[in-house]
């Protein structure tokens, strides 16, 4: 949903939202959600070995920012972890393996910090079946240091276009234990056509525009009281929610010209894209997805490192009626007999995107 400042100065006719006085450099300053972003900060500061690893487990990726994770301390060296369903996407996500996957990325994340404390984490998945816990974890002496935990506070999941510069398969070889690369030739333009495709498609199904319209949260009160789902902060931004430009109602209207401008920029992002990923899992159950979680993670992590840009497009993976073509086509031509594509994401160079707001591990405690 992010404008960019060129094109919402065409929106509103090459005028400025805020006069270039001291106010609006004073109103620039104090724009960011401080209070949202402290996760990243406090990230790694607990005694307990549990809850510093948990710190740094909350940073992981997950669908539409969600952050569907909740912890119960266990005894002296565990702890239980529920994926709380209050926060499920029942359009986009009616099966929730998009948040099963954000809750593996979770898990290995806070494995690998547990590492840097010399513990291993010792893992059960869905010891009382799929309707209870999804996982319960136990420390013991032992965890080996992963060398790609050196990435996490600079990783992050890119939100703009790319530059445009091809991606190399030697500047990716880092990446090729987590995912099928596809960086030219027919299958990559293949990928190009179902991923945009699925995104128009996406557009044009007002319950699944509507499911991320819900989850906007428009400047930096709003990220700051709620720090989950799709920020939409920044002087600009709040600049035009301010005189009314920019507001729910009329993101939701996709012929609004404000909101036709967002929907260009991610099909531009994709029709873009250097490269692709596709992550594939030998099944579909809750046990694979949360390997693909692990997976996806630990790409994210080799793209950051390798000096890359990775950005999920999970349109062509959603599972209601309307995209069940692109579905239908990303199993039969990406997978082999059996299995099943996890996740597909965007690959190449860009810009850091800037962190992206967190609740406190606190608010993720049900013992707290």
Not at 203 to 220: C, F, M, N
């Amino acid at each position: 949903m992010t404008l960019t400042r060129r094109k919402t100065l065409a929106l509103i006719g090459g005028g400025t939202i805020l006069a270039a006085s001291g106010a609006a450099a004073g109103f620039v300053m104090t724009r960011t959600p401080r209070i949202a972003l402290a996760p990243w900060d406090q990230a790694g500061s607990y005694d307990d070995p549990r809850l510093f690893a948990l710190s740094y487990g909350l940073l992981a990726p997950n669908p539409h920012n969600r952050q569907p994770w909740a912890v119960e301390l266990d005894g002296g060296d565990g702890f239980i972890v529920w994926r709380d369903k209050d926060l499920n996407l029942p359009v986009t996500d009616p099966f929730a393996r998009q948040l099963t996957i954000g809750m593996g990325c979770f898990l290995d994340l806070t494995r690998m910090a547990a590492a840097e404390r010399g513990f291993d984490m010792q893992t059960q998945l869905f010891p009382e079946g799929e309707d209870g816990p999804v996982a319960a974890c136990r420390f013991v002496d032992g965890g080996v240091p992963d060398p790609l935990f050196a990435y996490v506070m600079d990783r992050r999941s890119h939100k703009e276009a790319f530059e445009p510069r091809k991606v190399t398969a030697d500047a990716a070889a880092p990446l090729v234990d987590y995912a099928q690369l596809h960086l030219g030739g027919d299958s990559t333009e293949r990928l190009r056509t179902l991923a945009h495709e699925a995104w128009l498609i996406e557009v044009a199904t007002p319950a699944a525009w509507q499911e991320s319209i819900d989850l906007l949260r428009i400047g930096k009160a709003e990220i700051n009281a709620n720090p989950d789902g799709i920020d939409a902060g920044g002087p600009f931004l709040e600049g035009l929610a301010a005189v009314g430009v920019f507001t729910r109602e009329a993101a939701s209207d996709v012929t609004n010209p404000g909101t036709r401008n967002a929907i260009e920029e991610t099909a531009s992002a994709i029709l873009g894209a250097p490269g692709f990923v596709v992550q594939t899992t030998p099944g579909n159950s809750r046990i694979d997805q949360i390997a693909a979680g692990a997976d996806w993670l630990r790409l994210n992590l080799a793209a950051t490192g390798a000096g890359l840009a990775l950005r999920p497009v999970s349109q062509a993976l959603q599972e209601y009626a309307e995209v069940a073509g692109s579905f239908n086509a990303m199993q039969s031509e990406f997978a082999n007999a059996g299995e099943t594509v996890q996740m597909l994401g965007l690959l190449g160079y860009g810009a850091q995107t800037p962190r992206t707001p967190r609740w406190p591990l606190e608010a993720k405690r049900l013992d707290a």
